[in-house]
C-alpha cells in the first residue's frame, strides 16, 4: 500500500533551496550514522509555556497534521525527521529512550517501531508511545506526567526537503493537580537539554494574549542565546487578544517593546480548529490569515514578519546560514571524536577471539616487559615516554635506584654498622656501654676509649686458654668481631626490604604502562608475584648464608688485613714512645740532646727502658683491638660487596626480565590463557559500539567533505 504524504504546497517548499538542500543532506546523513547522538547537529525546536500553540506552528511549518487534543503532544519530545526522496515513501514512528531509563525500559522502547500509512494514525502512535513510556494517565496512575524519551516520526518521501524539527514539551509555570514539582523540573531539564546546544534554532512561541513578561520561554532562551543570534519570536492568537491592544502586539511583532530579539518577531494566525474540521486547505488558510492581518494596516506591519509564508522564507534562509556556519566545527569535532576514540580502541588492546589470540596477546605484552625492564637494569633510559615521568614515588629508573640503595646500605654500613663506635673529643658522650643492652636494643652504642678498652679486656678474661701471658687465645677476635658485627644481619636486612618494595613497585608501574584492562593486569600480576617470591626466598637464604659465613671463625687473605695490622701497631709504638720522650726530658734537667755519639744514645735507651713499662695483658688486649679493626674494616667490605652481588644482583635484579617472559607465555595452557586474558563480554561489545561509530565517524567526514 502507497504511504499518503500530504503534499507541502506552501510549507516545505518554502524552505527548499538547492544550497540549503545539499547541506541538509550532509547532515541528514550524518545523523543516519548515529553521530547526532554523540555530537549537537542543527535542528530546528518549537518551544514555549505550555498551550501556546506549539503544534500548531510546527505542523503550519512542516505541513505534519498533529493531533489537536489537549496535552496529546506536549507530554514528550517529538522528532520529525523529514527526508526527501522521490523513489520510496514511508512514516516511520520509533521510541528513543532517554539514558536514565533501566536496560530493561531501553529494550522496551527500543523495539517499538511502527509503519504508518499515512498521518491519520499519528494520534494512535502518540497514544501507544505515551503508554510505553509510563506516562501518568495512560494506563498508569502514578509516575510523571512527562518523559525525556523521543518519539521520533520519519517522513521519507516528496517531502522537497531534509530537516529534522523537534516539538517540546510546554513549559509549566506553577504546579497543580494534574502537574507536580517533580514535573515541572523534569520539563525544565528537557527543555534546557535542547536550547543549551549553540546548533539549536530556537523557535520561541509566545501567545499574543498574554503578556510576554509572564511568559518563561524569552527568559530561557535568553539564558542558553544572550545575543538571541538563534532565537526566532513566534507570536500565535493573536485573534484572542483584547480589542484595541493591537498596537501593543504591533510593536512587539516589529521588536520595538522592551523585549527585543536580533532575529525578531513573526506574526502568525493559525486556523481554528472548527476550521480544520471543515476541510480548510493551506492555500484557503495562507488567504485567511492574509486578510486577518489586513486590518492592522494602521500598525504599519513589516509584511516580511507576517503570515507563515513568510516565516518559512526567513527559516529557509536562517537555517542554510545556521548550517553553513556550524557545519566546520563539526567537521572538528567529528574529527576529535574519532581521534578520541580510536585512542579507546588501542587501549583495550587487540581483539582474543581464540587461545591463539590470547597466547599473542600476551606474548606481545610480555616482549614489553622484557624489554623496558631489561631497559631499566642495564640503565638503557633511551624510552623517553616511560623513562621521561620518572619521579620519586614513580620511579622507572630501575638501576639507578638500585646504585642509590647499595650506596646507602654501604654508607650505612660504613658508618654505624658495628655495635660499637668510639666517640671523638668533639662528639657528645650519648651514655655508657652499660646504658644499653645490645641484645635488646640492637642499636650502635657510642662508647669512650676507656669503654672500649674494658670490654676487650672483659672479652679477653673470658676467653683465656693455654696461651701464655701476652698473648691472646684466637677465640677472642672472634667474640669481638662476632659481638662488633651483631648488627649486620638486621641492617642487610632492611637493605633488602627496601630493594625488594623498590623492585614491586617498579613492576606495577610497568604493567600500569603496558597493560590496560584492571582483569589482565591483575591476573598477570599474579603469574609475576609467584616467580618474584621464589626469588624474594632465594635472596634471603642466600642472606642467611652470608650471615652464616660471617659468624665463622675470621678467615682472610687480604694483605690490606696485615697493612692495617702494621700500620695499628706503628701508630701504638709512635704513642709510646711519644710518652716516653717526655718523661725522659726530666732525666735530663729538662735537656735531651740527641747526638750520634755512644754515649748519647746509651743514656736515651736506658731513659727510654725505665719509661716503657708493659702490661702483659694490656698489651695482648692492645693487639686483639687492633686485629679487631684491621679484621672488622676488611670484613664490613667484603660482606657489602656480597650482599649487593650475591643477594640484589644474582637473585632480584639480574633476572628480573624473566619474571614474565614470553617463554612463561607459551608454557601456558588454553584454560590458562583463557583465565588470564580472555576478552570480558562487556569488552567485547564496547570494541563492537566503539568499532561501529568509529566507522561512521569516518564515513560522516568523507561524506562532508565530498
Request: net charge negative; glycine share 4%.
Amino acid at each position: 500500500m502507497a504511504v499518503k504524504i500530504i503534499e507541502n504546497d506552501n510549507g516545505l517548499e518554502g524552505l527548499k533551496s538547492k544550497k540549503s538542500t545539499q547541506r541538509l543532506n550532509q547532515i541528514d546523513r550524518i545523523r543516519e550514522f548515529g553521530v547526532g547522538d554523540h555530537i549537537s547537529l542543527p535542528q530546528l525546536v518549537v518551544c514555549g509555556d505550555q498551550s501556546a500553540g506549539k503544534s500548531s506552528a510546527l505542523e503550519r511549518i512542516t505541513g505534519i497534521p498533529f493531533p489537536r487534543e489537549d496535552g496529546v503532544c506536549t507530554k514528550f519530545p517529538t522528532e520529525i525527521i523529514l527526508r526527501h526522496s522521490t523513489e520510496t515513501s514511508r512514516i516511520t514512528a520509533t521510541i528513543i529512550p532517554t539514558s536514565a531509563r533501566s536496560e530493561p525500559d531501553k529494550v522496551l522502547l527500543r523495539a517499538y517501531r511502527k509503519e504508518l500509512d499515512d498521518f491519520t494514525e499519528l494520534p494512535d502512535v502518540i497514544l501507544e508511545a505515551a503508554t510505553l513510556m509510563r506516562i501518568r494517565g495512560y494506563g498508569v496512575n502514578e509516575g510523571p506526567a512527562f518523559a525525556a524519551d523521543v518519539l521520533r516520526i520519519e517522513v521519507v518521501g516528496n517531502t522537497g526537503l531534509h530537516l529534522t524539527v523537534v516539538d517540546l514539551p510546554g513549559l509549566i509555570a506553577v504546579e497543580n493537580d494534574q502537574q507536580t514539582e517533580e514535573d515541572i523540573a523534569l520539563v525544565d531539564t528537557l527543555v534546557d537539554a535542547y536550547l543549551k546546544s549553540s546548533r539549536t534554532i530556537i523557535l520561541a512561541v509566545v501567545q499574543a494574549n498574554n503578556d510576554i513578561a509572564n511568559q518563561s520561554i524569552i527568559r530561557r532562551a535568553r539564558k542558553f542565546d544572550r545575543d538571541g543570534q538563534r532565537t526566532v519570536g513566534i507570536i500565535t492568537k493573536p485573534d484572542l487578544i483584547n480589542k484595541g491592544t493591537e498596537g501593543r502586539i504591533a510593536s512587539l511583532a516589529k521588536n520595538e517593546s522592551p523585549i527585543k530579539l536580533k532575529l525578531g518577531f513573526f506574526l502568525l494566525k493559525n486556523p481554528s480548529p472548527s476550521q480544520l474540521e471543515s476541510g480548510m486547505s493551506r492555500s484557503e488558510q495562507i488567504h485567511q490569515e492574509l486578510d486577518f492581518f489586513a486590518f492592522w494596516k494602521e500598525h504599519r506591519l513589516d509584511p516580511s514578519r507576517v503570515g507563515i509564508i513568510a516565516l518559512q522564507h526567513f527559516l529557509q534562509d536562517l537555517h542554510s546560514r545556521h548550517i553553513e556556519k556550524e557545519l566546520p566545527m563539526v567537521r572538528r569535532e567529528i574529527t576529535a571524536l574519532l581521534t578520541k576514540i580510536d585512542g579507546s580502541l588501542t587501549s583495550l588492546g587487540e581483539e582474543r577471539q581464540t587461545p591463539s589470540d590470547i597466547r599473542m596477546f600476551l606474548a606481545r605484552l610480555s616482549m614489553k616487559f622484557h624489554n623496558l625492564t631489561q631497559a631499566a637494569i642495564d640503565g638503557n633510559y633511551s624510552d623517553g615516554d616511560f623513562f621521561a615521568g620518572s619521579n620519586r614515588d614513580s620511579s622507572t629508573r630501575l638501576r639507578a635506584d638500585i646504585h642509590c640503595l647499595n650506596g646507602e646500605f654501604s654508607t650505612y654500613m660504613r658508618d654505624k654498622g658495628h655495635l660499637r663506635k668510639l666517640c671523638i673529643d668533639s662528639e657528645p658522650d650519648v651514655g655508657s656501654e652499660s646504658d644499653i643492652d645490645p641484645e635488646e636494643e640492637g642499636e650502635m652504642m657510642r662508647v669512650a676509649k676507656h669503654e672500649v678498652e674494658t670490654w676487650v679486656k672483659r672479652v679477653y678474661w673470658k676467653t683465656r686458654g693455654r696461651e701464655l701471658p701476652g698473648n691472646y687465645n684466637h677465640v677472642l677476635l672472634s667474640e669481638l668481631y662476632h659481638e662488633q658485627s651483631s648488627r649486620w644481619t638486621m641492617i642487610a636486612n632492611d637493605h633488602l626490604t627496601s630493594v625488594l618494595a623498590t623492585t614491586a613497585n617498579f613492576v606495577d608501574i610497568i604493567l600500569n604502562w603496558i597493560i590496560e584492562e584492571e582483569d589482565v593486569k591483575s591476573r598477570v600480576r599474579e603469574i609475576i608475584q609467584s616467580k618474584f617470591e621464589v626469588k624474594k626466598a632465594a635472596a634471603a637464604k642466600e642472606l642467611e648464608t652470608l650471615i652464616k659465613d660471617e659468624k665463622r671463625q675470621p678467615i682472610t687473605y687480604n694483605h690490606y688485613y696485615t697493612d692495617n695490622i702494621q700500620n695499628a701497631r706503628h701508630d701504638a709504638m709512635k704513642g709510646n714512645i711519644q710518652k716516653a720522650m717526655q718523661s725522659v726530658e726530666h732525666d735530663q734537667n729538662g735537656k735531651l740532646h740527641a747526638c750520634k755519639t755512644a754515649m748519647d744514645s746509651l743514656k736515651l735507651i736506658v731513659s727510654l727502658q725505665n719509661r716503657v713499662i708493659v702490661d702483659m695483658d694490656d698489651q695482648a688486649c692492645s693487639e686483639a683491638l687492633a686485629g679487631l679493626n684491621a679484621y672488622y674494616k676488611v670484613a664490613m667490605k667484603t660482606f657489602v660487596d656480597n650482599v649487593c652481588r650475591q643477594v640484589i644482583e644474582r637473585h632480584i635484579v639480574s633476572d628480573l626480565p624473566d619474571l614474565f617472559s614470553p617463554m612463561i607465555v607459551m608454557e601456558l595452557s588454553d584454560q590458562d590463557l583463557v583465565r588470564i586474558a580472555e576478552e570480558p563480554p562487556q569488552q567485547k561489545e564496547k570494541r563492537a559500539t566503539l568499532s561501529e561509530l568509529a566507522q561512521n565517524l569516518r564515513d560522516s567526514l568523507l561524506h562532508l567533505h565530498n
